[in-house]
């Protein structure tokens, strides 16, 4: 073997190595924040089996409180990354769990609309910046040949937290009269305490930037700061020069609504999947959330698998495309085969389909944009996608107001399916452009 085929070999095994250790000790342990998250900000789908009932709310303005979270992420994601910046990984993500979590309990003690519509946006302001703030944490740590994947991680944690709130959340509202309280209450109750026991973690085990992993030995840490962009030097992240280049890319913006439309078609899914099962099929709080667990683990099977094959062929745009636009006729499709196992299995290739997308598209501006951009284009693009959940849910509630019919909100996610793959086609012409003038 020549000496340039061993040194290729050695920096292989090296990635190899390295991209492990950064998977066990950093990967999961963000998606375990993620996954706690989106119980909290999504565990309202189930709550409104008996919440809405019982505190006299129309599903529009149900509708309404689903999507008003984002509100507050919308309004804490640029100072939240400030703030990230300044304090380091520990401290931030330490006080972001800690008042999530109170309000994530508080819920438990709301009387009426308001209130409802109060703690959300207040749950969101506090966990506006944490996809951001991980997202640009875990780009230090990823080599190009595993960013799909190391991104794919906390991404599917999404998934799988629906695979394990939902069933768990249909069982919190069987329970009868647990403690003396409603369960949707009890249910709310329980859900948000890991939040705060997240908080000390966060202190006790997380390591600020790639220099300081004690767990890799000096030859990896050096390796891993050479290979990865930005991680190097941990201070080009805070440089103000060049930081808002992002908001002049064509490609940029292109990126922002494809997000938009990916999180659309997800959020309202997960925020109204539950009273759309149980309204087909007549279904028990318990049985509704296993049912809703079903697609809800084929996303997540199918995330990993779609960024894994996008990793091997170096494609990003297309695996964003065909899946976006396979989900949203699955859907359909679902609705109109209605109860029984044709439309239980169109669910879950349509849920699958709809939610794998996600860690394939941050794979495109995690490469794009430059170290000293970065922050601030993952903060315009998660903005950018936050209004889609504070409008959708919204928009669908009054969908179903107004028809009286799943249907309609169904066709509303088949509409933003098919946006969103022709903006993946003007992404991939973008690129190539990019890519002849490089």
């Known amino acids: 073997m020549t000496a340039t085929g061993t040194a290729a070999g050695s920096a292989k095994d090296m990635e190899q190595i390295v991209g492990g250790r950064v998977l066990w000790r950093l990967v999961l342990p963000c998606a375990l924040y993620i996954l706690v998250g989106a119980i909290d900000r999504t565990n309202v789908g189930f709550?409104?089996?008996?919440?809405?009932?019982?505190?006299?709310?129309?599903s529009s303005q149900y509708g309404f409180g689903a999507g008003v979270l984002f509100v507050g992420y919308v309004l804490a994601k640029y100072p939240s990354v400030l703030v990230y910046e300044a304090l380091g990984l520990r401290k931030w993500l330490a006080l972001i769990s800690f008042v999530w979590g109170l309000a994530a309990c508080a819920m438990a003690a709301i009387q009426t609309d308001w209130h409802l519509y109060a703690l959300r946006v207040l749950i969101g302001f506090a966990e506006g910046g944490l996809s951001s703030g991980l997202m640009i944490y875990l780009s230090h740590w990823a080599t190009e040949r595993w960013r799909a994947t190391i991104l794919a991680i906390p991404i599917m944690s999404i998934s799988v937290a629906q695979v394990i709130g939902a069933p768990l959340s249909g069982v919190l509202l069987d329970l009868d009269q647990p403690?003396?309280?409603?369960?949707?209450?009890?249910?709310f109750l329980v859900e948000g305490l890991p939040a705060l026991g997240l908080a000390l973690f966060a202190l006790l085990y997380f390591v600020d930037r790639p220099t300081e992993a004690r767990w890799l030995s000096p030859d990896q840490r050096t390796w891993l700061a050479a290979n990865t962009r930005g991680a190097a030097d941990p201070k080009a992240q805070q440089s103000r020069e060049g930081r808002w280049d992002a908001l002049k890319s064509p490609v940029g913006w292109t990126c922002a609504a494809i997000w938009f439309c990916i999180l659309a078609s997800n959020y309202g899914i997960i925020f109204w999947l539950p009273q759309i099962v149980s309204g087909m099929a007549g279904l028990t709080?318990?049985?509704t959330g296993l049912v809703v667990a079903l697609p809800n683990f084929a996303t997540a099977i199918g995330l990993v698998l779609n960024a894994r094959h996008s990793d091997k062929t170096g494609e990003r745009v297309l695996h964003v495309a065909i899946p976006a636009l396979a989900g949203g006729i699955g859907l359909v499709v679902a609705y109109l085969v209605g109860p029984g196992l044709p439309g239980l299995a169109m669910l879950i290739i349509g849920g699958a389909c709809t939610g794998c997308t996600v860690a394939a598209f941050w794979a495109i501006p995690t490469k794009l944009l430059p170290p000293q951009a970065l922050a601030m284009g993952v903060v315009m693009i998660n903005m950018v996608g936050s209004f889609a959940g504070a409008t959708v849910p919204a928009a669908m509630g009054w969908l179903r107001d107004q028809s009286g019919s799943f249907l309609p909100p169904t066709l509303l996610l088949l509409g933003i399916a098919t946006v969103c793959a022709t903006l993946c086609l003007v992404a991939r012409r973008q690129l190539r452009q990019l890519d002849a003038t490089a």
């Open 285 to 287: 709080p318990t049985q």
């Open 47 to 58: 709550a409104a089996l008996h919440m809405n009932a019982e505190l006299g709310l129309s």
């Open 179 to 187: 403690l003396g309280m409603s369960s949707w209450r009890f249910m």
